[in-house]
Nanobody
């Protein structure tokens, strides 16, 4: 079983950048596809971007050209580099498997706040 822990969120001004980290534990990490999801205040959690074990990437339309997902299998870590941040990117960012299992367990997430 893989356990994931998010970090790197903070308050940033619009137009700024952040790099989020998702640290994984568990022997199956290298075989897993991992994704970032986010939940804005008052909204449902949504898919942001995913990367599979072979490096294939998928991403939501709203992050194309701004966010980049990557993984370092040696460090068991998946990153989300976020550039050109907008106030609407504010929310709690989570990582989890991709696709989600029917009853996923969510970690604490990491708060990203983008001020205008």
């Amino acid at each position: 079983q893989v356990r994931l822990a998010e970090s790197g969120g903070c308050l940033v001004q619009a137009g700024g950048s952040l790099r989020l980290s998702c640290a994984a534990s568990g022997s199956d990490f290298k075989l897993n596809s991992v994704a970032w999801y986010r939940q804005a205040p008052g909204k449902q959690r949504e898919f942001v971007s995913a990367i599979d074990s072979g490096g294939f990437i998928s991403r939501a339309d709203f992050v194309k050209g701004r966010f980049a997902i990557s993984r370092d299998s040696a460090k068991n870590t998946v990153y989300l580099q976020m550039n050109q941040l907008k106030p609407e990117d504010t929310g709690v960012y989570y990582c989890n498997t991709y696709p989600l299992i029917p009853t996923p367990t969510w970690g604490q997430g990491t708060q990203v706040t983008v001020s205008s």
